[in-house]
């Protein structure tokens, strides 16, 4: 078993649906454990996120607003194999 | 006396949905909100299609897909007198202001967009018809396009799925 990583996906500047495209291509090189934290500014960026993990079935660990940006940290858990 | 059939219940795992775009427009303003739709489900999880038709086909169509454009022509939305829209230039003019404008957001090219998707595992499929009527052939395409199929295809590979035309 490799260790679970933590990867910070900065996708501050970027609109709809960029963060999510990024997120998602994060998502397909993670593992079930790691820990993925999405940057945005993008408005739609909370809830684009929110409706990702509840269609796909992974987790949402924390929101964070930060100054200027939100954070997002997703717990991948549906990962296949 | 026969037992009754126990149904299994449907499984908690998040099941594939499906989403198919028709694409029938040409212009830059339809272009992308196709593109973005089909890149936020590819994401999702969701299996993407998009069928394009008509000038739907000027995307898709390796001669045009760098120069699709705003028409100034009938779109009121525009902040300048619908009337001067038809005026020779126009139409160059509003897609400048709005590439440009893209460019300063950052806002992906249309074939930043189409690689994203492809790389997302969307699929796009251009119409048979529509490549006859407009004397189109398999090589005026971008490599990205997958196959060409007819309307019978299209309403199979839509069963099930979300359908947006655009």
């Known amino acids: 078993m490799s260790q679970s990583v933590r990867k910070v996906i900065d996708s501050r500047g970027s609109f709809c649906p960029g963060p999510l495209t990024d997120l998602f291509k994060a998502y397909r090189e993670a593992k079930n454990g790691d820990i993925l934290e999405l940057l ?42 | 006396m026969t037992q009754a059939t ?10 594939t949905s499906k989403l198919c775009i028709i694409l029938s427009k040409g212009t830059l303003d339809m272009a992308y909100p196709a593109f973005m739709l089909a890149n936020a489900a590819a994401a999702m999880g969701y ?17 045009k897909i760098d120069n699709l454009k705003v028409s100034s022509v009938g779109n009121p939305a525009l902040p300048m007198p619908n009337l001067l829209g038809a005026l020779p230039g126009m ?67 839509s069963e099930g799925g979300q359908v947006i035309f655009i």
């Not at chain 2, 126990?6 to 099941?15: H, W």
């Not at chain 2, 060409?148 to 590979?157: C, R, T």
Request: hydrophobic fraction near 45%; include cysteine; glycine fraction near 6%.
């Open chain 1, 40 to 81: 945005a500014t993008d408005p739609a960026a909370k809830s684009d996120v929110q409706a990702w993990a509840r269609k796909t079935g992974n987790v949402i660990e924390q929101i964070v607003e930060e100054q200027g940006y939100i954070r997002i940290v997703v717990r991948v858990t549906a990962k296949g194999g």
């Open chain 2, 6 to 15: 126990v149904v299994k219940p449907v499984e908690e795992t998040p099941q």
């Open chain 2, 47 to 63: 299996e993407v299609h998009i069928f394009f038709t008509f000038w739907g086909m000027s995307v898709i169509d390796k001669r």
């Open chain 2, 91 to 157: 139409t160059a003019m509003v897609t400048r202001m709005l590439k440009n404008k893209m460019a300063k957001q950052r806002v992906p090219t249309i074939r930043e967009l189409i690689k994203t998707a492809k790389e997302a595992g969307v699929k796009l499929h251009a119409c048979s018809t529509t490549m006859d009527v407009m004397g189109l052939k398999k090589e005026d395409f971008i490599p990205e396009v997958d196959d060409i199929v007819g309307a019978a295809s299209f309403i199979q590979m």
